[in-house]
């Protein structure tokens, strides 16, 4: 026993000796080893980062991507409210019917400079607010080229368009916006918005409460504008995210700012092995810190990017609910966990999305913006926009799914809202097609017999008057009573055209004796004006299929309108002839005034006269075209119309090919 015990401290002793003979080999070994070690740990700890950084980088990306195409898109569809209601009107907005709509947008909306009512013709009428903006009352704006593209653009195509970036009056950079109005397929002017791109940025500049991103934007290439505060530290990484802004993609680069972490300085070698332990617990508490750290970031990029994670197993069971759900669905997690989602009593949008969203889910493929409602305790229903897609693990077996949904109950509020606003528009204008369309006994008898007892009294069939001035009163009231029949007959037509009640008689007509009628019609009134009529059939474009009487009330309509403003000596011809389309088309044209320009796009309008002031004191209740127009659509032809102040007006009414044959 006592050798084992010498043999023993034998060896410990020579150990001990051989050890404290060399100390700095001692050190050395030791310095070595805990530097190892604190390298390896720093290179784990900022590799880790690295990848966390890059992580977090994408996740703010796709978060700032959606948010700044919710702050558009939510503006686009407000926006689009107002033209819908504007397009229901027959005349262009007053100044103060145009600020009812637009102030409470204004208002509303931030990032939003001004919201202008923009004419036919490209002239800023309506301005809100006028305050600061007064330098684009009644400005032309298609006498400056970036507006005039943009406006020309949307002339074009019906489209919203949108000008590159530019300078605003009040300071600063932005965009402005065109939204066409269109009536009867023809463009009635422009909601004009400009916005600020200030605003745009600033908008996202909170959601990072950790301030290690920033955003700036580009255009073609070219730096515009960055978000007025953020870390001004050196980036660690950019990215890019495209955005569309109606007919312009900008750029939007995301960076990133991280401070550099710094290692274990060697020269502080004596300081090292000294504090070894020291370090090591340094060490330690601080790759905790680290690790703290990220997960503090990454938490506080998922609450910014989402209102809500979530998490499911295999079997498509909710196994993850973050803290907030409870407080955007109004119900209890517990409601949920261990579940399906058809199965925890929520709503879905349609009644096929649901099952939809399940076979795709069942196919193991990401989805975007699934929507449903999830009704609280106290009645109270939250939309919820989702977005999923599936883990695997990395041999590729299926784990379940990851997402993270938002609350869209302001979207969806909006929507219903200018929805509801649309069916009341159309019902009112419906309810009022079906009342005139209705109306045609109730008004077209008692006018009749006003006509004609009056023309018994000025004919005196009965007898003699007693006074001559009874028979000419009699006269004028019998003038006066064809002249409202007609009004009648025009407006009721109207309103069976829109109220879906009017039906065509077709039959074959020959063109030559309908030129004709409608020549024997005017030959007084043209002959009492000087007026020749001239009629013109060719022999491939004799006959057509259609009304006949309404095939002869646009023809008098055209030849009426072409009567009134001919002067005397003036020529009309009427004349068909065939394309090479095989379309018949059917011609008046005249060496009258002509009309302006800048009015062409309102000349089908109902009840609108747009003659030189100077002529607006001939009868007609402006209804003419707006009839001949609607006519030729209900035998899906087309009106075209050209015209040439001082030189005269030509009309062409082009009929399908299929009505020739």
């Known amino acids: 026993m006592s050798g084992s015990i010498k043999s023993n401290n034998g060896i410990s002793s020579g150990l001990r000796a051989r050890l404290t003979a060399s100390p700095l080999a001692v050190a050395g070994i030791a310095f070595i080893a805990v530097l190892s070690v604190t390298l390896y740990a720093q290179f784990t700890i900022e590799t880790r980062e690295d990848e966390e950084q890059v992580a977090h980088h994408v996740f703010a990306r796709a978060h700032i991507g959606q948010n700044l195409k919710s702050y558009l898109e939510s503006r686009f569809l ?6 819908a209601a504007l397009g229901k009107e027959s005349t262009p907005p007053a100044e103060i ?12 909306f931030s990032g939003v400079q001004a919201v202008n009512w923009i004419d036919h013709t490209g002239t800023a009428r309506w301005i809100v607010p006028l305050a600061g903006n007064e330098q684009v009352k009644d400005k032309d704006l298609t006498a400056l080229s970036i ?5 020309a653009a949307a002339r074009s195509d019906g489209r919203a368009h949108a000008t590159p970036p530019i300078t605003l009056l009040q300071g600063g950079i932005g965009f402005a916006s065109y939204f066409p109005v269109t009536r ?41 504008l960055s978000q007025s505060e953020g870390p001004r530290g050196e980036d660690y990484k950019s990215l890019y995210y495209d955005l569309e802004i109606l007919d312009r993609t900008y750029q939007i680069e995301i960076r990133s700012h991280e401070a550099i972490v710094s290692y274990i300085n060697p020269i502080l070698l004596i300081v090292i092995v000294n504090l070894l332990f020291a370090g090591a617990i340094y060490l330690l508490v601080k790759q905790v810190g680290l690790l703290a750290r990220s997960e503090s970031r990454f938490r506080d990029y998922t609450e910014i990017a989402f209102d809500y994670l979530w998490e499911t197993d295999r079997e498509q069971r909710i196994t993850y609910l973050s803290p907030r759900f409870e407080e955007i669905a109004g119900r209890p997690a517990s409601e949920f966990l261990g579940r399906r989602l058809r199965d925890c009593n929520i709503q879905a949008a349609t009644d096929d999305s649901l099952a939809e969203h399940e076979e795709m889910m069942a196919r193991k493929e990401p989805f975007e913006n699934f929507v449903f409602a999830s009704t609280a305790t106290d009645g109270t229903k939250t939309w919820i926009s989702s977005s999923g897609k599936p883990r695997f693990s990395g041999g590729g077996r299926f784990l379940g799914y990851r997402g993270a949904d938002r609350s869209i109950n302001e979207q969806v509020t909006t929507e219903r809202r200018l929805r509801r606003a649309w069916e009341h528009a159309e019902s009112a204008n419906q309810a009022k097609s079906n009342f005139l369309a209705g109306m045609s006994h109730e008004l077209r008898t008692p006018l009749n017999s006003i006509i004609g007892f009056s023309e018994i009294i000025r004919d005196q069939l ?8 009874y028979a000419e009163y009699a006269s004028d009231v019998v003038s006066s009573g064809r002249h409202l029949l ?10 069976k055209i829109e109220s879906s009640t009017f039906e065509l008689s077709e039959d074959e007509i020959e063109l030559a004796d309908t030129f004709e009628f409608v020549r024997r019609g005017f030959r007084r009134h043209a002959e009492a004006r000087g007026i020749g009529i001239h009629l013109d059939v ?3 474009a004799a006959f057509i299929r259609a009304d006949t009487r309404i095939v002869r009330q646009m023809v008098m309509n055209l030849v009426s309108n072409a009567i009134k403003f001919t002067d005397y000596g003036g020529t009309i011809r009427i004349l068909s002839e065939r394309d090479d389309n095989g379309s018949v088309h059917i011609k008046v044209t005249d060496t009258g005034a002509g009309i302006p320009k800048e009015h062409l796009t309102r000349v089908f309008e109902p009840f609108v006269q747009v003659r030189e002031t100077a ?23 087309t009106i075209d119309l050209e015209s040439r102040v001082g030189e005269g007006t030509s009309v062409d009414l082009t009929f399908p090919k299929h009505r020739s044959n």
């Open 78 to 83: 407000s926006v689009n409210g107002i033209v």
């Open 615 to 637: 002529l607006l004191s001939h009868e007609g209740s402006g209804l003419g075209l707006s009839l001949v127009k609607r006519f030729i659509e209900l035998h899906g032809g």
């Open 538 to 540: 060719a022999d491939d």
């Open 184 to 224: 009867n397929g023809e463009i009635a002017g422009f909601i004009n918005v400009v916005f600020r791109f200030a605003d745009l940025l600033d908008s996202i500049a909170g959601l990072d409460p950790k301030g290690s991103i920033s955003v700036a934007l580009h255009y073609d290439g070219k730096y515009v």
């Open 486 to 495: 007609s009004l009648v007959d025009d407006v009721l037509d109207l309103s």
């Open 147 to 151: 507006p005039s593209r943009a406006i």
């Open 97 to 108: 019917e145009f600020a009812e709509l637009a102030r409470p947008f204004h208002e509303n």
């Open 462 to 469: 009965l007898g003699p008057v007693g006074k001559p001035q």
